[in-house]
């Protein structure tokens, strides 16, 4: 059940796919928030290195699938939040607001893409939703995405010798 920015179901035919077909596919892209990215060279960088800067539901990019239904949910809420409490704040020029608003075409697609993802699971029967949910658990255990500044290490001592520190 993957879904791209827009909500489309991909993989219909996944049942049809060999196990090495997933794999290839899988070779190719880098876990982000909210889902998958294949974007070469985001990938390349181990996730670090997004050209749009992590608006993910806008690049076409980007993949993410029911594991991340929850993820998505809490996105959508805080762009919400977000949202209210700049509006709410007087104290900051109007570039700065802006830059920092979440936009409506952001919020309108998150929203879109939830609402989407939910109507596909409502469709199924009990037993594949069961199955899902079960499917679920055991994914999301391993959903782990760290995106934060890019780390720098400590020089490393130059060891060579007649050299003085």
């Known amino acids: 059940m993957q879904f791209d920015r827009h909500g489309t179901r991909i993989w219909r035919q996944a049942k049809t796919l060999l196990d ?4 290839r596919r899988a070779i190719g892209s ?3 928030p909210y889902g998958t ?3 070469p060279s985001n990938v390349a960088a181990a996730g670090h290195d ?3 800067r992590f608006r993910c539901v806008g690049c076409g990019h ?3 699938d029911v594991s991340y239904l929850p993820d998505l949910e809490a996105y959508l809420a805080d762009l919400l939040r977000n949202r209210e409490r ?3 704040f007087a104290d900051a020029d109007s570039w700065a607001k802006s830059e920092a608003m979440p936009s409506d075409d952001e919020i309108t697609r998150v929203r879109r893409l939830v609402q989407r993802v939910r109507q596909d699971l409502e469709d199924l029967t009990d037993d594949d939703r069961a199955q899902i949910q079960e499917a679920v658990t055991v994914v999301r255990r391993t959903h782990t995405v760290s995106l934060g500044m890019p780390r720098i290490r400590q020089p490393l001592p130059d060891l060579r010798p007649g050299r003085t520190a």
């Open 86 to 88: 700049l509006a709410a």
């Open 20 to 23: 090495s077909e997933h794999a």
């Open 30 to 32: 880098v876990q982000v």
């Open 50 to 52: 997004c050209p749009v």
């Open 62 to 64: 980007f993949r993410t």
């Open 37 to 39: 990215c294949t974007e």
